[in-house]
């Protein structure tokens, strides 16, 4: 593999993730956090890529095997997949990708257009809604996964959508999954603080009391987390705020994240951040050097985004 960059706390791998998973360590991180390209949404003008595939089923079985392939070798047994897809529509541009809000259209709607003609994705009628991420999980769970939670990413300000004849997609989803039963959680690393003068809880005073916990609530599994622009990646990204609950929870303190579909670094501002480490694994050139120029000059916040 090609060593693009490497801190004390990151390292940046410039290679293939397809491939990247046989040459890391075995058992070496506590966590992959990621979130890989999307189907058929972007071209990022690169032969063969993730997200381009001729259809939905080669897509999700590239996907779970890769995965699956960290999960195997590269991830701690007792370490934790985190896992955020969206959805796409069978109609609309070369690859299938209707209009989804800020994950909508193509890089470059001409490359690749003798591939797929608009409104075809093959097995599914036009406009059909593909379940991408539902697919994907139980893919993983035939290769062994455990499906821990499925949280749902609600975007308070998610962008406007033209689409006409549905109602706008505001959501995206985020798996948690296992390789075993038992894993590495701290519930108490990201509990919230109960609420006040709200309405009265169900139950008696004995069922509340058992139920309430010095440290906070439980968080639940909707996230209200708004989107964050990152202007020199020209889209909407992974927000901060959607990764630091599945680091608190599921990386010690001084433990490895990984993220082999690393972009420009959101997973390792947010992991460096919380005293914890990370090795990402990115096929781009171009968002390799974005996200080293970033760690070199030691920004933190990254003007909002990934």
């Known amino acids: ?89 069978a109609s609309s541009g070369p690859r299938g990708g209707e209009d989804v809000g800020e994950t909508s259209g193509l890089a470059d709607k001409k490359k690749k257009e003798s591939q797929r003609r608009a409104g075809h994705v093959s097995g599914f009628p036009a406009k059909c809604l593909l379940m991408i991420p539902e697919r994907v999980a139980l893919a993983l769970i035939g290769r062994g996964w455990i499906l821990r939670n499925r949280v749902v990413w609600a975007k308070p300000n998610g962008m406007p959508s033209s689409v ?51 440290g906070g609530k439980n968080p639940g599994d909707v996230w209200s987390i708004p989107t964050q622009p990152y202007t020199d990646a020209h889209f909407a990204v992974f927000p901060r705020e959607l990764i630091r609950r599945p680091i608190l929870a599921t990386v010690p303190e001084g433990g490895t994240v990984l993220d082999p579909f690393f972009g420009s670094g959101t997973t390792a501002v947010m992991a460096r951040s919380l005293g914890r480490k990370t090795i990402g694994v990115e096929l781009s050139k171009e968002y390799c050097e974005l996200a080293a120029r970033r760690f070199t000059q030691n920004v933190m916040d990254f003007g909002g985004g990934s």
């Not at 060593?3 to 058992?27: C, G």
């Not at 039963?181 to 919230?192: F, G, K, Q, S, T």
């Open 1 to 89: 593999m090609t060593r693009y960059f490497e801190t004390s706390d990151v390292t940046i791998y410039n290679d293939d993730s397809r491939e990247a998973w046989k040459h890391l360590p075995e058992h070496s991180v506590d966590a992959i956090v990621t979130s890989p390209p999307y189907f058929g949404l972007r071209d990022y003008g690169v032969d063969g890529q993730i997200g381009l595939e001729e259809t939905p089923d080669v897509y999700i079985d590239g996907l779970a095997d890769l995965l699956t392939g960290y999960g195997e070798r590269v991830l701690k047994p007792g370490g934790s997949l985190w896992l955020n897809l969206g959805d796409s529509y």
């Open 164 to 214: 006409t004849d549905r109602l706008a997609t505001k959501h995206e989803a985020l798996f948690h999954l296992v390789r075993r039963p038992r894993y590495y959680y701290d519930l108490d690393a990201i509990r919230e603080p109960h609420i006040v003068g709200g309405s009265r809880p169900f139950g008696n005073a004995s069922s509340r009391e058992a139920s309430s916990h010095e």
